[in-house]
């Protein structure tokens, strides 16, 4: 874990990460759903129904992880939904940084998959 992904804004929170994670959560169960349903051959079905089960794993495992994060900050984060000049880094516990920095990674690698199928 590097250093970098110690902190997080709540701000980051609130309007960066929680919104890929829901965008993440659409993408897995529409795209990837309906691709391992309307493919041609059995080794694309099987490809993306296996994609479709480590995405939402790994969503899983990020959701929990966060949600910790979220009950600890409530107050601040909600401070910053009122007031974004009430922004504060929050420090992440280790099991919150992997989720943190798995939750970039896996937005990062559904994008390069959404649109190479594109």
Do not use: C, W
């Not at 899983?60 to 994060?69: C, F, P, Q, S, V």
């Not at 974004?84 to 939750?103: G, I, N, P, Q």
């Amino acid at each position: 874990m590097s250093q970098a992904t110690a902190n997080i804004s709540a701000y980051e929170v609130i309007y960066d990460l929680i919104p890929k994670l829901n965008t993440m959560k659409k993408e897995v169960n529409t795209t990837l759903k309906v691709k391992g349903k309307t493919n041609q051959t059995a080794a694309q079905k099987a490809r993306y129904e296996s994609l479709q089960q480590e995405f939402e794993l790994e969503l899983m495992m990020i959701r929990l992880n966060l949600e910790h994060l979220l009950n600890r900050y409530e107050t601040e984060l909600e401070a910053v939904t009122q007031d974004k000049r009430r922004d504060v880094y929050l420090a992440l516990d280790a099991h919150e940084a992997t989720a943190v920095e798995s939750a970039r990674s896996l937005y990062q690698r559904l994008q390069a998959l959404t649109q190479a199928e594109r």
